[in-house]
């Protein structure tokens, strides 16, 4: 019997990792820093020793030694170190079955959880009547599924990272961050109120800052156009503070109109006081800004192809599946006030998702770093979403937009992980940091799960028919088109095959290549050095678990209805229709047309004489370099970082310090050389002095005198 | 006849005289000559007009002297400015004879340490 | 009644604390201080729960029932017509006791941090003295009594930067004597206005007939409102008064244009003494702000919202870009502290403001209230905040010498520890949810929303700047590759960390529980607000 109490006690699941944290930082990570040997520094050594010394073992290290600042490593973990990692998987492995638990029993008709979901802990910041400042959490069945991403994925990461993360330095840290980026986000999912949100968002953003940092020392390699993670981190929080901005506006903007920040006090108050729907309008937009910000789109995209100088698995984890897809589920969670707004609204949205779709997978096409064509394949289905979101309306409700966030969570997930094996194998390999596919090759002889899976997923999100990626994706083209969104619907449609192109592609040039099975798809010629092997298996068991989803997870039809959060019922994707619409196979034919072009010329051309053809040609050479170089979107804002920002930061400093302080310190000089012209009058000269004394005697007499003489008659 | 004017010019004449010494002369012996011309300048006014104003201001009590005080005023005044004068002398001339001591000087162009 | 007061002890304690410090010998000083400053937290706390215990704690009273007083006559004479009388009157309602509470807890942290100083028994001695200072500040319900204490507070913090400061040479002299002075002068400065407006606030009110008395609570009860003449115009008693008593105020928060001595000071002053500076003393400003300028003359805010409103967008919008162009990471945080206090500015104008904001569809009362809540809540918040930063900024600087941002890189290789709390106070300040920052800047950006909209989506930016100047510096000297010259860079030393994680802990407790700070003040912005918004009524 399913009791409420189930649901009552959700809450358990936002604090579960906030507890892992707690016991990482305050517990286990001390216990692995106490146990760790000093370090040179604290230690009085004579410089010249110590150097010595580590020279004459630095082959034993391999690189791998307390100097590599790239990732630093230690020997081996310490007992401390593991028990983190243990901790922390363990309580994000109960959340994750509380997770499942609860997506069960509330699929099941009798269940006991009402469909505006019910509020599970709340407390008041600040009451003044009628305001009041609420933390307040609240779950229904659009924040389980949403659940059930967050703590799969997290906690196939979380698993997956003891393979990638040995040895690390940080492993303890890294543990912790995971487990607090986990809270982070759940805070998202369970916020009641905008204000929550809002904090979640912040959070959010706050340990993807710190993950993407966390290799701290990192070096940038300009060479391949990469930052150092220090630069990625910084420029990630400030992009999506820039989003923020807006966010807090339209939530102002919302606030101060209805008096609340209760998303369903606020739905409450537009219909009884019918609010103008442009004002409301308005108000989306600017929250829509923040979405913009965390999910990457068009303008606010650059910082997420950074962000990829964060470990791996962080990229899998926040920066794949589910912190950028915080922006879909917010724009999700509001839908029922998007619907209100003006239906300006919902075309932007719309527009913004498909002109960052195309415009990503257009850079997508030439990249040659493999996790930078991820990054890239992330924000082009970040942007489906949102179309997905924009062109659903009130018939679909949050459905299809949800439903492909929920289907690319799983796929895109296994394609970082499945990424992450690659560059541990190849980093063993060459006993360096390798991105660059143009140093791969082959790989799917010497890896054949990590080669299979992630051919799944390359199948998956190119919407190969069947796989999960089918189900969401054409549904969101074909709703383009039913809305007569014609060019929205070419530009997705086109999308799709450019999708399809980049991946297989990348998989190609990283598993295949000319002279391998299956006309170059599977195995041939390895381009780097050293001897690649599969990676262990805490590293590939994930994969394999992840793979299940990315075929079978497009198979739940009943997800429209299960989301929805209007009050209307929605439509649930009706599977017969979709395959006996024509519409669906022409976009099935791009995506197979993308896939055999890509194989067709990566399979059976060599990488270097592509790449000949591509420089002998003037245009391609230059369209190539455009792609190449993103647009120039990052030099761009780099440029006007420096000199339009800085510019007037500098201007500001030089008022302050010559206008502002000068006119002070001019006042206090003014004074001054007053005082010290005048002390010259005092000559020291008792007959100068006389003079004056009995000067001004005469002159008062005169004065007095001619005051008598005149004034008196 | 002698009138009150004469009294005020003669006081006049040597206050110029004693001011012009004051002011002119380096030699800080003579500056202070100067200034003592100058008090006995006043002295010869004080005493003028102490001795006018019993001639010319009838008695109030019918025969010549009104009051004590007011007879005396002027006179008084001299007595406590000669006596004054004395004892600045003295002391002033102590200190020029130090400071001639010091610095092998009486010019008052020169004693300026007390400037700025 | 005099000694049987807490309210005396919080004033005795440290004056006490302090002269004992400076006779005992050199070694028992540092422990005597620190007993000293701690007593003094702990007698500081003690009406906390006398009034929790009485009244609860929502109970917390404003300044028309304080649950707490002591009120003797002192100075009473009589010149003619004319009598005059200063009366020793202290008195704690939620918001002074924050602050006293505030006070005693960052200069136990000073003293604390400040155990291995160069003459370490007179800075302890006098870091006491100035804390007793402070305290009659918060505390008085006189304004002569106010303005003694506001004058008191100067000595000592005049002593502390000019002996203490840095030695590198400006303008000819060494930074220490230049900001010394700068600091003095200027404070001097406003301290003249303040005294003027006192006194024609005191003898108008004498001579329509009113009490003779300078007490805060009869003038908040009687708010004044004549016309005074004043060179042949006839100008409001409330504007005219308001505006030079604000002057000091405004000196002391610092406010735009009055700020330039802050970052010469903040920069110059041991790194105690700028935690006291930026965490208590430019709190001196807000709450005579508060307490004096919104409460006693409520119509004179009101009039002045739109200066104070327009001054508010400028600290906070100004400073943070000041913030981007420094490359000396002290004067990085002194400038983002101007910037922060911005923010309190512009609580107070947005609860001061006229209602009609651009956006209509709820009633101003509440947003105005909930404005101030955030304003003295960030009084607080920004009170721990800075104090951290600059307590970061002083390790750092004890070890490498330098406060040159670019002469750094990768530092948090070798002090972590310090790299984490850097970070979190940066985030603190930057209004990262969960720490306490987040609190005031979300409650005051969405309230004065309401009351002054363009000046809060521009000031909204904010939160790009901060980020952008704090990130960045932590990216600078924290992260990103290593420079080898400080290889020998050691983290944090137990003592040091005392007054680091203390505030850091507050931070977070403060950050994820607001809701006791928040009682705490409450009561007091109701009646503030109550009482402006009758006596603005009355004057339309």
Redesign the interface.
């Known amino acids: 019997m399913i009791t409420m109490a189930l649901y009552e006690n959700s809450w358990l699941i936002l604090f579960a990792p906030l507890l892992s944290f707690a016991v990482i930082i305050f517990g286990t990570r001390v216990g692995d820093m106490l146990s760790r040997p000093r370090v040179e520094a604290s230690t009085p050594h004579e410089p010249h020793h110590a150097v010595e010394a580590h020279d004459s073992h630095g082959e034993d290290h391999g690189g791998h030694g307390e100097d590599d600042d790239d990732d630093p490593k230690v020997p081996s973990l310490s007992a401390w170190a593991k028990i983190s990692a243990y901790v922390s998987i363990l309580i994000m492995a109960v959340a994750c079955i509380y997770s499942w638990v609860l997506l069960i029993s509330s699929m099941v008709p009798s269940s006991p959880l009402p469909t505006e979901g019910i509020t599970v802990f709340s407390y008041t910041w600040l009451n003044v009547s009628p305001l009041s400042y609420t933390i307040a959490f609240h779950v229904d069945r659009l924040a389980i599924a949403m659940l059930v991403v967050v703590t799969t994925i997290s906690l196939l990461v979380q698993f997956y990272s003891q393979g990638y993360m040995e040895n690390s330095a940080g492993y303890a840290r890294f543990y912790s961050y995971l487990s607090l980026f986990a809270f982070s986000m759940l805070v998202i999912v369970f916020a009641q109120n905008f204000l929550v949100m809002f904090v979640g968002w912040e959070l959010v953003g706050l340990s993807s800052y710190l993950l993407i940092g966390f290799w701290i020392n990192k070096r940038s390699k300009p060479e391949e156009q990469r930052p150092s993670p220090a630069e990625a981190n910084l420029q990630a929080f400030i992009m999506n503070r820039i989003g923020d901005v807006g966010f807090i506006l339209g939530i102002m903007i919302l606030f101060v109109n209805t008096g609340t920040f209760e998303f369903s006090g606020i739905e409450q108050h537009i219909t009884q006081y019918h609010t103008s729907p442009a004002l409301l309008g308005v108000a989306m937009i600017l929250i829509f800004c923040g979405a913009v910000g965390k999910s990457a789109q068009l303008p606010l995209h650059t910082w997420l192809p950074s962000a990829m100088e964060g470990p791996t698995p962080v990229s899998a984890l926040i920066h794949a599946a589910t912190m950028v897809a915080a922006g879909v589920y917010m724009v999700a969670r509001t839908f029922p006030l998007f619907a209100d707004a003006s239906p300006v609204a919902f075309q932007v949205v719309a527009w913004i998702g498909a002109l960052t779709a195309f415009f990503a997978a257009t850079i997508a096409l030439v990249q040659s770093d493999f996790k930078r064509v991820l990054a890239f394949s992330t924000i082009s289905q970040l942007g489906y979403m949102f179309v997905g979101l924009g062109v659903a309306g009130s018939e679909y409700g949050v459905g299809p937009g949800m439903f492909h966030l929920f289907t690319h969570a799983f796929f895109k997930a296994l394609l970082f992980l499945g990424a992450g094996s690659v560059l541990h194998g190849l980093h063993h390999a060459m006993h360096k940091e390798v991105q660059d596919m143009r140093l791969m090759g082959g790989l799917a002889s010497k890896m054949p799960i990590t080669a299979a899976t992630w051919l799944i997923a390359v199948l998956a999100i190119s919407g190969f028919p069947f796989f999960s990626g089918f189900y969401s994706k054409e549904e969101i083209i074909g709703l383009a088109l039913e809305h007569h969104d014609i060019v929205i619907y070419l530009l997705t449609l086109v999308t799709a095959g450019l999708t399809a192109f980049y991946m297989l592609r990348a998989f190609i040039q990283a598993f295949g290549g000319k002279g391998g099975k299956f006309m170059g798809l599977w195995g041939g010629p390895y381009r780097g050095t050293g001897e690649v092997h599969e990676s262990p298996w805490t590293m590939t068991i994930p994969l394999i678990l992840l793979s299940i989803p990315a075929i079978f997870a497009g198979y739940w039809f009943g997800f429209y209805s299960y989301v929805n959060v209007t009050a209307e019922h929605v439509l649930n994707l009706n599977v017969g229709a979709l395959l006996a619409d024509p519409l669906t196979w022409l976009g099935v034919v791009v995506s197979l047309a993308g896939l055999g072009v890509a194989w067709g010329i990566y399979g059976r051309v060599e990488l270097a004489k592509i790449h000949a053809v591509v420089e002998s040609n003037a245009f391609l050479r230059t369209l190539h370099r455009i792609l190449y170089n993103r647009y120039y979107v990052d030099t761009l804002y780099n440029w006007i970082a420096v000199y339009v920002v800085l510019g007037i930061a500098n201007l500001a400093q030089a008022f302050d310090q010559y206008i502002v302080d000068g006119i002070v310190n001019g006042v206090a000089r003014i004074i001054t050389s007053a005082g010290s012209d005048v002390r010259h009058v005092e000559t020291g000269r008792v007959q100068s002095y006389m003079i004056g004394f009995f000067g001004g005697v005469a002159v008062l007499a005169i004065v007095a005198i001619v005051l008598i003489t005149t004034v008196g008659k | 006849m002698l009138t009150l004017n004469h009294f005020l010019i003669l006081g006049a004449v040597l206050f110029c005289i004693g001011l012009y010494g004051a002011i002119t002369k380096h030699n800080a012996i003579a500056v202070l000559m100067g200034i003592e011309i100058m008090l006995n300048a006043v002295n010869i006014t004080m005493v003028g007009f102490s001795f006018f104003n019993h001639v010319n201001a009838p008695s109030q009590f019918g025969f010549g002297v009104t009051n004590l005080g007011t007879l005396l005023t002027g006179q008084i005044f001299a007595i406590f400015i000669i006596t004054v004068a004395a004892a600045e002398a003295a002391v002033a001339l102590a200190m020029v004879i130090a400071i001639y001591r010091k610095r092998d000087t009486v010019d008052v162009g020169e004693i300026d340490m007390m400037k700025w | 009644m005099f000694w049987s007061s807490p309210l005396t002890w919080i004033l005795l304690v440290p004056a006490i604390g302090g002269v004992v410090t400076y006779a005992v010998p050199q070694k028992a000083s540092r422990w005597i201080a620190l007993i000293a400053s701690a007593l003094t937290l702990i007698v500081s706390l003690v009406p906390f729960f006398i009034i929790v215990n009485e009244h609860g704690m929502t109970g917390f009273g404003n300044i028309q029932q304080l649950p707490m007083s002591v009120n003797l006559p002192w100075v009473s004479f009589t010149a003619g017509s004319m009598h005059f009388q200063v009366r020793y009157f202290l008195g704690i309602d939620g918001l002074s006791l924050s602050m006293v509470v505030l006070n005693a807890f960052l200069t136990m942290l000073t003293i604390i941090s400040g155990w291995n100083k160069p003459r370490v028994k007179d800075y302890m001695a006098i870091l006491l003295l100035l804390e007793a200072g402070v305290m009659g500040v918060f505390m008085a319900m006189d304004l002569f009594l106010f303005f003694l204490f506001w004058e008191v507070e100067l000595a000592p913090t005049f002593l502390l930067i000019g002996i203490w400061g840095s030695e590198r040479v400006r303008r000819g002299v060494p930074g220490r004597v230049y900001s010394a002075w700068k600091f003095l ?2 404070s001097f400065f406003g301290s003249i206005f303040m005294l003027i407006g006192i006194l024609v606030l005191y003898f108008t009110n004498v001579a329509h007939g009113g009490t003779p008395t300078a007490s805060m609570v009869y003038f908040a009860q009687h708010i004044q409102s004549y016309q005074l003449p004043l060179f042949g115009w006839m100008i409001g008693s409330q504007l005219l008064i308001f505006l030079l008593i604000f002057v000091a105020f405004a000196i002391k928060i610092p406010m ?2 009055f ?3 802050l ?2 000071v903040y920069t110059d002053a041991p790194t105690e003494t700028s935690v006291m500076l930026s965490g208590v003393l430019s709190k001196m400003g807000a709450y005579g702000l508060i307490r004096i300028c919104l409460g006693l003359f409520p119509q004179g805010v009101n009039q002045f919202s739109g200066a104070l409103m327009a001054f508010a967008v400028i600290n906070i919008i ?1 400073g943070a ?6 490359k000396n990471m002290k004067r990085t945080v002194a400038y983002s502290s101007f910037s922060h206090m911005g923010i309190i500015l512009l609580g107070v104008a947005a609860a001061a403001g006229a209602s009609n ?1 651009i ?1 209509t ?2 009633s101003a009362e ?2 105005r ?2 404005a101030l ?1 955030g304003a003295i809540f960030q009084m607080f918040a920004h009170g721990i905040i800075t104090g951290l930063l600059f307590f970061c900024e002083g390790v750092i600087y004890d070890r490498a010498q330098t406060r040159d941002v670019t002469a750094f890189g ?1 530092v ?3 002090m972590p520890f310090l ?1 984490a709390l850097f970070l979190l106070g940066s ?1 603190a300040s930057l ?4 720490l306490a920052g ?2 005031s800047e ?2 005051v ?3 004065s ?2 009351i002054w ?1 363009v000046v ?2 521009i000031s ?2 904010t ?2 700047l901060t ?2 100047y704090l ?2 510096i932590v ?1 600078r000297v ?5 420079n080898s010259k400080w ?5 944090v030393n137990l003592r040091e960390a005392i007054p680091l994680m203390a505030l850091a802990a507050v931070i977070v407790i403060v950050g994820v ?3 006791p700070i ?1 009682h705490v003040i ?1 009561p007091c912005v109701t009646q503030i607000m109550h009482t402006a918004s009758i006596a603005v009524a009355l004057n339309k």
């Open positions: 002068l200027y735009f244009p700020h330039s001595w970052p010469d100004y870009l000041i913030c981007l162009a420094q904001g956006f569809g709820q509440a947003f209230q909930a809540v990768g948090a290789k070798r790299a985030m209004g990262l949810p969960g987040f609190v979300y409650i950006f969405t309230a929303f309401r909209t809060t989506i909204a930016f939160m790009i980020a952008a990130l960045w990216k924290f992260f990103g590759t290593f290889d020998k860079l050691a983290d529980y607001p809701t928040i409450q």
